[in-house]
């Protein structure tokens, strides 16, 4: 086939295949192995040579491994380096040993370690959509993510020893140590100067080409020094880690390699034999199940048994079964070596790619047992205040914003009363030596027993927008003599709190986006006087802007149309001023002169 022809059905169902899957949050390698699929051998064969494109779309991998690189701080690392090495390492051996167990030959080690790998491609994107990234089991995927990346370069280290992965005759082992310690050595202060000449003597383009040209550059040293090539990306990317073009060099490289990275699992998707599942689907099935099932038994034993594993062993189990994308790197390198029998790795490479197509069921799974978990936990009653409590404030809400408001009180010796629905945080910030109270501070019975009825001022600084109302109109309802200091997550949140009687509910973002733009005109040369003028402006008239869109903001035209006049009625204002500030310095001018 003409090669514009292929690369234009890639990029074609590329488009078409990775957003459908994505939506329908099944993750974007499962798109680009179905797009293969649907082009290959195995379904309308519109290419018919998925190896040669697979040699090609190697070159993903390896500037995967280039970024993996490049993510590695070794100050990160070092945050990290309990959960990575100890849990990681752990969840690899434990779980490979349990997969390696049935297996026999000197593979067995390979095998049980490449199919222990999860899909970071999958599970990362996946938690940061659901915003779970910052929780335990979260915190613990990404850190055994990371050793499993980080394990990939051992693993792909080693197999030229069982003579696969681009191994030269005559090449000694020692000699490829003898070349990464040169390189590990030397390498930091020559791509340091390199990319410090293109960056002050080149262009975009040039630096974009620099870029490519160290990944891949360093991944043919290695490999002619016996070793893999994804091993020389990914110490060209430790060894740029801590430079100060880090970030330019990933943006450089990311289109690159996300775009050959999609082509290769295209590509393995190609490779992967359909008849063999119509052929033998309890084997194949039996394969996929069995890898999740010993996966999510193995690692849910390990964790459970660990320091607060009650909590995360089930979750971590069940998002970490799935297998990776680096098996289909090592199946096709095995092979290449014709070390394990060609049927049987196409069975478990198809094994993988199912378990990667059940994974976003396993979520789903993990939130109905989380939901039944949560509901026969018995609901743990609110706090019971102190009966002489008559702080002259109460604050609502003791996360971030409510700690800041806390924090200026005590550095103002004024004592407050602290309330908070999320048992967790009221922990957390005991812990720190503050006291807050546990409870619902929309239910009228707690704010009578936080001396509401004695307070001046009710700071209402609840994250949830529909609490945050109702615990509006409760306090403005029994307590109308407190004022009450509101914040607000957005626009519409504050026109809600006016519609409820909140007297100049404050835009929790809006402080600190005026103070940016202040610094951003500082930055550009702007004079001081300028700036405050134009900020102390803009500040007002935004206030009266918010007044006047209250009475419209439930019309979208309307609000559009004083949205549009708003703006040029600022710049007039802002234009007026500048006259008028040109004048009186025209005037100054003239009386000193």
């Known amino acids: 086939m003409n090669p514009f022809t292929t690369i234009a059905i890639l990029l074609g169902l590329t488009v078409l295949f990775v957003p459908l899957f994505k939506r329908a949050g099944l993750g974007s390698v499962l798109g680009y192995l179905a797009a293969g699929v649907l082009i290959g051998p195995s379904g309308l064969a519109l290419v018919d040579d998925p190896e040669s494109l697979l040699h090609t779309a190697e070159i993903g991998v390896v500037l995967l491994l280039f970024v993996i690189g490049l993510e590695l701080q070794p100050s990160r690392l070092w945050a990290l380096r309990r959960q990575v090495f100890g849990l990681g390492f752990l969840q690899l051996a434990g779980v490979g040993a349990a997969l390696a167990s049935g297996i026999a030959g000197k593979v067995a080690v390979v095998l049980g370690w490449t199919l222990a790998l999860s899909s970071t491609a999958l599970v990362l994107p996946t938690l940061a959509e659901r915003r779970e990234l910052t929780s335990r089991y979260g915190r613990e995927s990404f850190a055994i993510l990371l050793f499993q990346d980080l394990s990939v370069i051992v693993l792909l280290a080693i197999l030229p020893l069982l003579g696969v992965a681009g191994a030269r005759a005559g090449v000694r082992p020692y000699v490829g140590l003898a070349v990464l310690v040169i390189v590990i050595l030397v390498g930091r202060k020559l791509l340091a100067w390199l990319f410090a000449y293109v960056a002050r003597f080149g262009n975009r383009e040039v630096f974009t080409a620099a870029a490519l040209f160290v990944a891949l550059g360093l991944a043919l040293l290695m490999e002619a020094a016996g070793l893999s090539r994804s091993l020389g990306a990914f110490v060209a990317g430790v060894l740029l880690a801590d430079s100060e073009f880090r970030h330019e060099l990933e943006a450089a490289i990311a289109p690159f390699e996300t775009l050959l990275l999609g082509l290769f699992f295209i590509a393995v998707g190609m490779a992967i034999d359909l008849s063999l599942l119509f052929a033998e689907p309890v084997r194949v099935f039996g394969y996929a199940i069995g890898l999740l099932v010993l996966k999510i038994a193995s690692l849910f034993l390990l964790r459970r048994f660990l320091p607060h594993g009650r909590d995360v062993a089930r979750p971590l189990a069940l998002v970490l079964a799935q297998g990776g994308e680096f098996a289909f790197v090592v199946f096709a390198l095995l092979d290449d070596g014709h070390l394990v029998p060609s049927r049987m790795l196409d069975e478990l490479t198809l094994a993988v790619a199912l378990s990667m197509g059940l994974a976003p069921l396993l979520f789903v799974l993990n939130d109905v047992l989380t939901r039944r978990a949560r509901a026969r936990i018995p609901k743990r ?197 500048r006259e008028e500030a040109a004048k009186r310095d025209r005037s100054a001018n003239v009386q000193e002169g």
Do not use: C, W
């Open 381 to 577: 009653p609110f706090d019971t205040l102190p009966e002489q409590t008559d702080a002259p404030v109460v604050i609502a809400g003791f996360g971030r914003v409510g700690q800041l408001i806390g924090r200026l009180l005590l550095a103002q010796k004024v004592r407050f009363t602290a309330l908070d629905i999320d048992p967790t945080q009221v922990e957390l910030v005991r812990r720190f030596g503050t006291q807050v109270y546990y409870g619902d501070a929309s239910h009228l019975d707690l704010l009578r027993a936080a001396g509401l009825a004695k307070a001046k001022i009710f700071v209402l600084a609840i994250d949830d927008v529909e609490a945050s109302l109702k615990t509006a109109e409760l306090v403005r309802r029994h307590f109308a003599h407190v004022r009450i200091l509101a914040r607000a997550r957005n626009r519409f949140h504050a026109y809600r709190l006016l519609d409820l009687g909140v007297e100049e509910p404050l835009r929790e973002t809006l402080l600190s986006t005026i103070e940016l733009g202040r610094r951003t005109l500082a930055g550009i040369g702007q004079r001081d006087d300028e700036i405050d003028r134009v900020v102390r402006r803009f500040a007002e008239h935004d206030a009266a802007l918010l007044r006047r869109q209250h009475a419209v903001y439930h019309d979208d035209q309307h609000l559009m149309q004083t949205t549009q006049e708003a703006r040029a009625e600022l710049a007039s204002i802002l234009d007026q001023d």
